[in-house]
């Protein structure tokens, strides 16, 4: 991730959430600001990390979001300055997903029963 301003401002309005900044050690050169995590539930709350040679777009892990319905993440990406990439689409009795570039290239993926 290259700009952090940018891409924070980004997954808060897709998401309509807050990030929340994370302290980390002097002798570790990352700025991390993490997803809110619900307390009691499974999974990984998520965060976005800038490190100083860390490069942003063409990656090759595609993390998923849950969502209620991801046709609705996936129109809000637009007008944040992200794109769609696959429009929300049936995957059978597992739902839904649709896929979004954000604001520095990376591809996250959207699933909902819904």
């Known amino acids: 991730m290259q700009d952090m301003v940018r891409a924070k401002q980004f997954y808060e309005s897709v998401f309509q959430t807050k990030l929340e900044h994370l302290q980390t050690p002097a002798d570790m050169p990352v700025e991390l600001w993490s997803f809110p995590m619900i307390e009691n539930a499974a999974g990984a709350s998520g965060a976005l990390v800038k490190m100083a040679d860390g490069p942003s777009g063409g ?56």
């Open 59 to 114: 990656n090759c892990v595609l993390v998923y979001f849950s969502c209620v319905d991801c046709a609705v993440e996936a129109e809000r990406a637009v007008p944040s300055g992200g794109e769609i990439v696959q429009a929300k689409m049936p995957i059978g009795q597992y739902g839904f997903i649709a896929m979004i570039r954000d604001t520095e290239g990376n591809m996250i993926g959207l699933h909902s029963m819904q």
